[in-house]
C-alpha cells in the first residue's frame, strides 16, 4: 500500500473544496486520416466516438447545469459539432422531426443508436455530434489530398475550445450576481470592477479564479506524428494554465506525445497513452471522469517521467540540449552554418560560437565560471 | 497595531466610504435620484423614517440617466472600449526586450505607510498588491528573478532573497503582514540610498552572470510613500554606481513626486526630460496604482544604447541550454530503474543553505518527491530554472521559454468592423455567441448616434473571422492565439 500513500498526493491535499458547481466538458477529437489508419486494426473512429459520446452523457447526468462541448478537429480545419449554431436545439425534441432529421441526413447504422426514447439532453449532443461528424467525414473523403494531409490542428482546436470555455466561465459569473443577494451582489460588482481593471492591465489570473463554472478540456487523438505547431500549442497550454482549465489527453496509437504530456503537466490534467483502445469507455469512465475540483482528493494515473523537449525551430526534432538565441529565443538544435539565427535573422556572437564549438573547452568554461562566480559577489561591500 | 483599535478607528470612515464605493462606478456619469438617503451618516431614510425601517431600495434600479443622455449601457461599453484600446496600445511589431530580468522590488516600511489613504491602510494594501504583482511577474516572465528590499527606520532589510520561484515570496510577503506584534511593522523613517545599496549588492548576483551579462536587464522598482529618505551619505554617489552597473529604477510614489526620485529615474534611464517620465508614476487611487504596478511585469524594451551596442559587434549572444526530463523517483516503480524506498538527493541543495534551517528543509524534503534530470550529466536539481551545478549548463523547461513567445510574436490586432445592414457572419467564431442583427435604414440615424453604435464584431485581418469583444479581449490578453488563423 506504500505506492498510494505517497506523499506526492498529500503534497496537493486541500486545494479546493468540492462541490456541486457546475462543470464542462469539451471534447476535442482528432481526425487524422493518417493517424486513424494507423490503428485501424485496434479500433475505428466510430467506436471511439460511440465511447466519448457515453462519456459525454455520463457527464451530463451527473448536474443538471453541466455543459458539453464537441470541438473536431481535422486537418481541413476545427470546428465545434456541439453546440453546433445552425440548429435551434428547441426544434429537436419533438419526435416527428428527429425522425426526419436522422432519415434524411443519412440512414448509415451511424445514428442507429440513437433512440427515439433517450433522454432529450443525451439525444440532442448525440444527434448534433453524430450528423456533424459523417459531414466531416464525407468532406474529408472528397476533400483535396493536400488538405488532408496536413500537419496537426490541434493548437486551432485547443483556441476554439479554451475561447468557449472562457464565454461559460464569465456567462457563468454574469448569473450568478444577477441570482446572489443583493449585499454579496454588489460586492461582487465592485470584484467585477476592480478585476475587469486589473485585467486591463495585462492578464488576471483572478477574474477567473471568481467563476464558479469549473471546466476541462479532453483531447483524444492517434496522431503519432510529432509536427505540431509548437509555439501555438505552448500558448494555448499557458491560456488554460491561467484559466485554471485542465487539459486532458487519452493518446491513441503507438508512441507517446510528448508536447502533449507536457500540455497535461502544466494544466494539471491526465495523460494516458491508451494502447489497447478496446475498452476505452472504461478508462474514460475511471481515469477521466473525476472533476477537476476533487482531483486533489483522488489518486490519479500519473505518468512518472514527463519528457520537457523542446522543438528544434528549424528541423523540427525534439531537443535536450540545444542552442537558444537570445533575441527571439528561437530554439536550435545546431549552430546554423550560417551563422545567423533563422527567424529573426541576427548574427550571432563569433567567438562565443568558436567557445561552443570547441570541445574540449567545456571543462575549461566550467573552471572559468567557478572562478568568475566566485569573484563576482565578493568586491564593492 | 492592536487589532481592536482599527476596528475603532476605522469604523466610521469605512462606513462612509462604503457608501462611496457602493455608487463609484455609476456617479462618474450618472446622478443619483436620492443621494441623501443613500448617505449612511444620514440615519433618516427618504421616508422620515429610520434608515433600517426603510424599505428595501436596490439602488442600481433608481440610477437615472444624467443630462448627457448617457445610459448605463452606454457607460459599460465605454468601459469595455477602454480595456480595448489599452490593448490597442500593445506593439504588434516584435522587438528586442530583455527577456531574462533581474528585478528588485524596494518596499517603503516607515511610518508614514500606515496612513489610511488606502485600505486598510498603505502597507497592507501595498502588500496584498505585491502579491498579485509576484503572481504576474513570475507568469510573464518565467526566466526571470526578483528580490525584495524593505525600508524601514532608517534602515534597509532583505524580505526575500534574489529568486525565481514565486511561492518563495508570496510566503514571506505574507509574513510581512501576518502577525501582529511582528517585527516589520512600518516604523521610521525610510533611506533609500540603503535600499538601493543593498539591491545594487543584490543584483550583482544573479544566475545569467557567468552565462552572458548584457543579456540580463538589471532592475529596481521602489514603491516609495513618504517624502523625504534619510540616508547616511551622498545619495547621488550612489545614483552614479547605479548609472554605472546599468541598474534602471522604476519609482511609484504613493503621495506626491519627491525631486531625488526624479533624479534617479531620470539618471538611471538614461532620459532628460523632466516630466512625463514613464518611469516614475504617482498613483491617483488604488487601480491607478494597480495599473502602475502592473506596468513593471511587461519586459522592458531594449535601449537605444544596448541597440547601438548589438548593432555595433553585429552579433547577438548563442546560450547553450539544456532541456531537463521531469522525474519521479517514488512512482517510477512501473518505468523501473529506482526502487520505491530509494531516497534521491538533488545536487543543488548542499550545505551552503542550512543557514536558514527550516527552508532548506522543505526544499529537501520536495526534491525527493520531483526532480529534474540535466540531460548532460544526469545530476537531478529539484527546481527549474537554474544552472546546473555540476556541469554549469543552463536548465530551463521548454514551457518557460514558451511562456515569454506571444512578447517576441505577437498577435495582430482584430479591427472593428464598420456598422452596416447585414454582415456576412452571425456567430462568433471563437465562442459561438450570437452576434446582433445588422441594422437596416442607419442613414436616418443622425451621425452622432452612429458612432455609440457598433456592430459587435471584430475581425482578424489575417484569417478574416469574426469575433465578439469578450472573445477579442480574451485572446488578445490570455490566449495570444487566434482561433481562426490556428485552423487555416
Known amino acids: 500500500m506504500d505506492e498510494i500513500s505517497d506523499n506526492t498526493f498529500i503534497e496537493v491535499h486541500g486545494s479546493d473544496v468540492s462541490n456541486d458547481d457546475p462543470s464542462l466538458l469539451t471534447i476535442v477529437l482528432e481526425v487524422s486520416p493518417e493517424g486513424w489508419f494507423n490503428i485501424k486494426d485496434q479500433t475505428s473512429i466510430m467506436d471511439v466516438v460511440k465511447s466519448l459520446l457515453v462519456f459525454l452523457n455520463g457527464h451530463l447526468s451527473l448536474n443538471n447545469s453541466n455543459q458539453v462541448a464537441f470541438v473536431l478537429s481535422s486537418p481541413a480545419g476545427s470546428k465545434f459539432l456541439y453546440p453546433d449554431t445552425s440548429k435551434t436545439y428547441e426544434e429537436i425534441p419533438l419526435n416527428v422531426t428527429s425522425e426526419e432529421t436522422v432519415e434524411n441526413s443519412n440512414k448509415s447504422e451511424e445514428l442507429s443508436f440513437v433512440t427515439k426514447g433517450m433522454y432529450r439532453q443525451f439525444r440532442v449532443v448525440d444527434e448534433t455530434v453524430l450528423s456533424g461528424l459523417s459531414q466531416t467525414m464525407s468532406d474529408i473523403t472528397h476533400a483535396q489530398d493536400d488538405k488532408v494531409t496536413g500537419s496537426s490542428r490541434l493548437s486551432g482546436a485547443l483556441s476554439l475550445a479554451l475561447s468557449y470555455t472562457n464565454r461559460m466561465m464569465k456567462l457563468d459569473q454574469s448569473i450568478s450576481t444577477t441570482t446572489a443577494s443583493a449585499i454579496s451582489s454588489a460586492a461582487n460588482i465592485s470584484n467585477k470592477e476592480s478585476s475587469t481593471a486589473g485585467a486591463s492591465s495585462g492578464t488576471n489570473a483572478n477574474s477567473y479564479g471568481t467563476s464558479r463554472m469549473k471546466s476541462r478540456i479532453l483531447v483524444v487523438t492517434p496522431n503519432d506524428n510529432e509536427d505540431i505547431k509548437y509555439i501555438s500549442l505552448m500558448k494555448a497550454i499557458f491560456g488554460a494554465q491561467k484559466m485554471k482549465v485542465a487539459i486532458d489527453i487519452a493518446k491513441l496509437g503507438r508512441k507517446d506525445s510528448s508536447y502533449l504530456q507536457q500540455a497535461a503537466d502544466a494544466t494539471n490534467g491526465v495523460y494516458l497513452h491508451i494502447e489497447k483502445p478496446l475498452g476505452l469507455i472504461q478508462v474514460l469512465c475511471t481515469a477521466y471522469f473525476i472533476e477537476p475540483s476533487i482531483r486533489p482528493l483522488m489518486i490519479l494515473p500519473t505518468n512518472s517521467n514527463v519528457n520537457y523537449k523542446a522543438s528544434c525551430f528549424i528541423t523540427g526534432k525534439s531537443v535536450e540540449i540545444g542552442y537558444v538565441c537570445s533575441v527571439c529565443l528561437c530554439i536550435m538544435s545546431e549552430i546554423p552554418d550560417r551563422m545567423s539565427c533563422p527567424t529573426c535573422n541576427s548574427h550571432f556572437d563569433e567567438k562565443l560560437i568558436a567557445k561552443l564549438k570547441r570541445k574540449p573547452v567545456v571543462k575549461k568554461r566550467k573552471l572559468d565560471n567557478g572562478s568568475s562566480e566566485s569573484s563576482t559577489p565578493a568586491p564593492e561591500a | ?488
Open chain 2, 1 to 488: 497595531m492592536e487589532s481592536d483599535d482599527e476596528y475603532k478607528g476605522s469604523s466610521p470612515s469605512s462606513r462612509g466610504s462604503f457608501s462611496d464605493s457602493d455608487g463609484e462606478g455609476v456617479r462618474r456619469g450618472i446622478k443619483t435620484a436620492n443621494p441623501a438617503s443613500r448617505n449612511a451618516n444620514d440615519k433618516k431614510g427618504a421616508n422620515g423614517a429610520y434608515a433600517w425601517e426603510d424599505e428595501y431600495q436596490r439602488t442600481w434600479d433608481i440610477v437615472k440617466d444624467d443630462d448627457s443622455g448617457q445610459t448605463l449601457e452606454s457607460l459599460i461599453q465605454n468601459m469595455i472600449e477602454s480595456r480595448k484600446k489599452k490593448i490597442m496600445k500593445n506593439p504588434t511589431a516584435p522587438y528586442q526586450r530583455g527577456i531574462i530580468r533581474t528585478l528588485v522590488v524596494v518596499i517603503d516600511g516607515s511610518s508614514i505607510m500606515l496612513e489610511k489613504d488606502l485600505r486598510p491602510n498603505r502597507f497592507s494594501m501595498m502588500l496584498s498588491l505585491l502579491q498579485e504583482f509576484v503572481v504576474e511577474f513570475f507568469d510573464q516572465n518565467p526566466i526571470s528573478q526578483l528580490g525584495i528590499v524593505l525600508m524601514r527606520n532608517g534602515i534597509s532589510d532583505v524580505v526575500s532573497d534574489v529568486n525565481g520561484s514565486p511561492q518563495f515570496h508570496l510566503d514571506k510577503i505574507r509574513q510581512l503582514r501576518g502577525k501582529q506584534h511582528n517585527r516589520f511593522e512600518p516604523k521610521g523613517d525610510p533611506s533609500l540610498q540603503n535600499a538601493l545599496e543593498l539591491s545594487r549588492s543584490l543584483l550583482r548576483y544573479n544566475f545569467g552572470n557567468n552565462i552572458n551579462d548584457t543579456k540580463n536587464s538589471k532592475e529596481i522598482l521602489i514603491i516609495f510613500g513618504a517624502l523625504f529618505t534619510s540616508d547616511p551619505g551622498d545619495i547621488h554617489k550612489t545614483i552614479s554606481s547605479l548609472v554605472k552597473d546599468n541598474i534602471k529604477v522604476k519609482v511609484i510614489g504613493l503621495s506626491a513626486k519627491v525631486a531625488i526620485c526624479q533624479e534617479i529615474v531620470n539618471k538611471t534611464n538614461h532620459t532628460s526630460n523632466n516630466f512625463n517620465n514613464p518611469n516614475y508614476g504617482v498613483i491617483m487611487n488604488e487601480s491607478h496604482f494597480k495599473e502602475l504596478l502592473m506596468d513593471c511585469v511587461v519586459p522592458l524594451p531594449i535601449t537605444v544604447e544596448q541597440q547601438k551596442e548589438i548593432e555595433a559587434s553585429k552579433s547577438v549572444p548563442l546560450l547553450k541550454m539544456g532541456f531537463p526530463t521531469k522525474v519521479q523517483p517514488t512512482l517510477s516503480s512501473s518505468s523501473g530503474g529506482h526502487s520505491l524506498d530509494f531516497i534521491q538527493i538533488c545536487a543543488c541543495h548542499s550545505g551552503s543553505r542550512t543557514e536558514n534551517g527550516s527552508d532548506a528543509a522543505a526544499i529537501q524534503q520536495s526534491s525527493s518527491v520531483i526532480g529534474y534530470r540535466c540531460p548532460q550529466c544526469s545530476s537531478k536539481v529539484c527546481s527549474l530554472p537554474t544552472v546546473c551545478p555540476i556541469c554549469g549548463l543552463m536548465l530551463i523547461l521548454s514551457t518557460h521559454l514558451a511562456r515569454s513567445y506571444h512578447h517576441l510574436v505577437p498577435l495582430v490586432d482584430y479591427e472593428e468592423v464598420p456598422v452596416k445592414g447585414s454582415y456576412p457572419s452571425s456567430f462568433c467564431y471563437g465562442c459561438l455567441l450570437q452576434f446582433p442583427e445588422g441594422i437596416e435604414n442607419i442613414h436616418k440615424d443622425s451621425k452622432e448616434k452612429l458612432e455609440t453604435m457598433s456592430s459587435s464584431r471584430y475581425r482578424c485581418k489575417k484569417c478574416k473571422n469574426d469575433f465578439c469583444i469578450d472573445c477579442d479581449v480574451f485572446v488578445h490578453e490570455t490566449l495570444h492565439n487566434c482561433p481562426g488563423c490556428e485552423n487555416q
